[in-house]
């Protein structure tokens, strides 16, 4: 979806809404697949909203949102390779020809009861400045208590990868990361990822962080 398509000064934002094919981090049906309420539904709960105020604030500022397709897949071997398939096809093939944006948001597992989003590796390597200027925003917004400043190393290969390395545009991922566990969330990949954990807090204050951002680019 592009809001003002036609500006040059644009935010991208964008998450998974595929949901992962089996269930390999549960104990039980590891091969069916999972509902994936925070997986795949939450980041895209976000930006609906984020898109429905957008049109009603009808800010200066072009706005892109992405739903990319199969970062959870998993393949014959199960490899790094078979990750992000979405969002590496798109950075190689944009849907405008020398499209891009000032910088990227990754929404990723954004709406656990309680989540800690920590300054992930990449995002750091690739867009610290804008990693702090988000988390100065929540900061602002009172939402310290899930906007954490400590960094984190590698998690995994997440969509936001492909968008800085190949589609050049620098861009952070907002995911939900403890470093004291080192996981996700104990109901990541299994079936316990359902609306039960879902916590409409979590949504609030990631919304608006990220739709302040937005409105923050508008001149
Ligand atoms: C891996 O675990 C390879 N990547 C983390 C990104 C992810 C998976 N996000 C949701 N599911
Ligand atoms: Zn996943």
């Known amino acids: 979806g592009a809001y003002k398509p036609e500006l040059n000064n644009r935010v991208l934002l964008f998450a998974h809404w595929d949901t992962r ?8 049906r590891k091969d069916e697949p999972i509902l994936g309420a925070n997986d795949g539904g939450s980041g895209v709960g976000v930006l609906l909203e984020i898109a429905r105020q957008v049109q009603s604030k009808r800010p200066n500022v072009g706005v892109d949102i992405i739903f990319f397709d199969a970062e959870d897949y998993v393949g014959e071997n199960g490899s790094s390779e078979d990750y992000c398939l979405g969002s590496r096809y798109w950075a190689n093939n ?18 656990a009861k309680d989540a800690m989003f ?10 610290s400045a ?3 200027h988000v988390w100065n ?14 960094m984190t190393k590698h998690v995994g290969i997440d969509d936001h990868i492909p968008v800085n390395e190949i589609a050049k545009i620098p861009s ?44 923050m680019e508008a001149n």
Request: no cysteine; charged share 25%; aromatic share 10%.
């Open 137 to 150: 925003i929540a900061a602002d917004l009172g939402h310290k208590n899930h906007f954490n400043s400590r």
């Open 118 to 127: 920590t300054k992930e590796y990449h995002s750091m390597n690739y867009a």
């Open 21 to 28: 094919p089996n269930a390999d981090q549960d104990d039980e």
């Open 94 to 111: 944009l849907h405008k020809i020398g499209y891009s944006a000032n910088f990227g948001i990754l929404l990723d597992m954004v709406g």
């Open 172 to 215: 952070i991922d907002i995911i939900q990361y403890d470093p004291e566990t080192r996981g996700f969330s104990p109901h990541w990949h299994t079936h316990d990822d359902n609306m039960d954990i879902i916590d409409k807090e979590t949504l609030q204050a990631v919304g608006e962080t990220v739709l302040a951002t937005v409105l």
């Open 130 to 132: 804008y990693m702090q």
